[in-house]
């Protein structure tokens, strides 16, 4: 990797975001990360965006102040990488699409930021758009994730559907980077389950993808997904809770409904989205 983004809304939750990418980086070998802030100016009274108007251009000089601020107050964490810092005057998440292919953004990083900002970026289309669709890692940072701390293990959450995505250039890069123990949950119906011959190729092929890193193999039941997935990584003190959303199955509608509101209330656990890509 060598590109971060990291978004912000200048609020303390999106700082620690900021602090943990900044974590983060050495180990992900990034060699240059940017600060992004994006605002839109409407109509008094309207849902209508005008721009290159003077009052974009205010909230334009303040948004970059916030950013150098925010600059400052992350680069002794990464003295050797540069920041850059961009303020743009768009609607989020379409722009950051190709924002992110013409920057050669590697991974992003967000923020949670409460009730009513978790809402909005969690729930409905945002979230399809800005992580299923994103094209990059999205990594969501919990505001009481703890920093300093070394990566402990990684937990990595499946369905068992559409295994033949998982994006395993990307995940390998966030396993070679922390070496630490790898669980890797499935989602199952029934722990003892008879599996048909599709369920045996995903798990022949989940094992070969992990086989390198000695990965352990658990099982929970779909009925309690939310409790059994964070009792699992906290039980497994995991650092980080990593899950492949494809466009059908499980895994989709951690994105569509309360399941990823509930991780994110009641974790402190960061979550990496991985973009669904063929196997290589």
């Known amino acids: 990797m060598k590109t971060m983004l990291i978004l912000t809304d200048f609020s303390e939750n999106a700082f620690r975001a900021a602090e943990y990418g900044a974590q983060i980086a050495d180990p992900l070998h990034i060699t240059r990360i940017i600060l992004y802030h994006a605002f839109q100016t409407v109509v008094m009274g309207t849902d209508l965006p005008v721009s290159n108007t003077q009052e974009s251009r205010q909230i334009y000089l303040e948004s970059m102040e916030n950013l150098a601020l925010q600059q400052d107050r992350i680069k002794p964490m990464v003295p050797n990488i540069p920041i850059e810092l961009v303020a743009e005057d768009i609607s989020l998440p379409v722009h950051i699409q190709n924002f992110c292919k013409h920057q050669g953004v590697d ?9 009513s900002g978790l809402e909005r970026l969690l729930l409905g289309s945002t979230t399809s758009l800005m992580i299923t669709e994103s094209g990059v890692p999205v990594l969501m940072v919990p505001k009481d994730t703890p920093l300093g701390r070394p990566m402990q293990s990684i937990v990595f959450a499946t369905d068992l559907k559409d295994h033949s995505t998982v994006p395993v250039h990307q995940l390998y890069e966030f396993l070679d980077a922390f070496p630490v123990d790898i669980q890797v949950l499935n989602i199952a119906k029934e722990k003892d389950e008879k599996y048909v011959v599709e369920t045996k190729e995903a798990i022949t092929n989940l094992h070969n993808i992990f086989e390198k890193y000695n990965a352990t193999f658990d099982y929970i039941k779909e009925d309690h997904t939310v409790e059994g997935i964070l009792d ?23 994105f569509h409904n309360s399941i990823s509101k509930k991780l994110a209330y009641n974790s402190n656990i960061p979550l990496l989205s991985l973009p669904p890509g063929a196997i290589c």
């Open 107 to 115: 991974i992003l990083v967000m923020g949670v930021s409460g009730r």
């Open 232 to 254: 699992y990584s906290n039980r497994h003190h995991a650092s980080l809770l990593v899950v492949v959303p494809q466009q059908r199955g499980f895994m989709a509608s951690l």
